[in-house]
Antibody
Framework: EVQLVESGGGLVQPGRSLRLSCAAS????????LHWVRQAPGKGLEWVSG????????GYADSVKGRFTISRDNAKNSLYLHMNSLRPEDTALYYC????????????????WGQGTLVTVSS | EIVLTQSPGTLSLSPGERATLSCRAS???????LAWFQQKPGQAPRLLIF???TRATGIPDRFSGSGSGTDFTLTISRLEPEDFALYYC??????????FGGGTKVEIK
């Protein structure tokens, strides 16, 4: 069974940093691309960032480009999101998701989802 | 960036009725690379359909997807009580960003 377990969320002041982690199990980790998708309270879904199986393809939403960095450690079956210069509008539930494919040529859809970790940016 | 517009925003129907949800793209979606997700309160989204019309594993056949180019449809043939939820479409296969529609809420009339 595919499992994705996020951690690292919490309350943080504007301008500060936070690192989210996602521990994966139940599949061959380095066969798949991975993503972060967020959902602000009462709002819709927004893709944040994605990384291919070998980190050779990485993409970001314009809203986070230059502030967030996605990375993965295939030896530890883990995905990360380093978030700098946080803003109140970054407040959301952040989901770790697994792609259907490797991301070698393009990203696909979100086949499996974790339960999310809540990030609240407020003074 | 491909913008997806879902309509209607809210669909009020009774159990047993047919639900038709629309997702329209601002430009043609390559190779019908469109997915649909269901989200219930307090839960993560769940994949229903990919490739515009292929049901994901374990999804009942009352859910069907159709369309190509810029116009896509999710149909629920006969609504069950557990189908009342939020539904999102998502396009993929093009350069990032991957984008979602704004969602359609299917509520009990």
């Amino acid at each position: 069974e595919v499992q994705l377990v996020e951690s690292g969320g919490g309350l943080v002041q504007p301008g500060r940093s936070l690192r989210l982690s996602c521990a994966a199990s139940g599949f061959i980790f380095d066969d798949y691309a991975l993503h972060w998708v967020r959902q602000a309270p009462g709002k819709g879904l927004e893709w944040v960032s994605g990384v291919s199986w070998d980190s050779g393809r990485i993409g970001y939403a314009d809203s986070v480009k230059g502030r967030f960095t996605i990375s993965r450690d295939n030896a530890k079956n883990s995905l990360y999101l380093h978030m700098n210069s946080l803003r109140p509008e970054d407040t959301a539930l952040y989901y770790c998701t697994r792609d259907r494919g490797s991301g070698r040529y393009y990203f696909e859809f979100f086949h499996h989802w974790g339960q999310g970790t809540l990030v609240t940016v407020s003074s | 960036e491909i913008v997806l517009t879902q309509s209607p925003g809210t669909l009020s129907l009774s159990p047993g009725e047919r639900a038709t949800l629309s997702c329209r793209a601002s430009q043609s979606v390559r190779s019908s690379y469109l997915a649909w997700f269901q989200q219930k309160p307090g839960q993560a989204p769940r994949l229903l359909i990919f490739g515009a019309s292929t049901r994901a594993t374990g999804i009942p056949d009352r859910f069907s997807g159709s369309g190509s180019g810029t116009d896509f449809t999710l149909t629920i043939s006969r609504l069950e009580p557990e189908d009342f939820a939020l539904y999102y479409c998502q396009q993929y296969g093009s350069s990032p960003p991957l984008t979602f529609g704004g969602g359609t809420k299917v509520e009990i009339k």
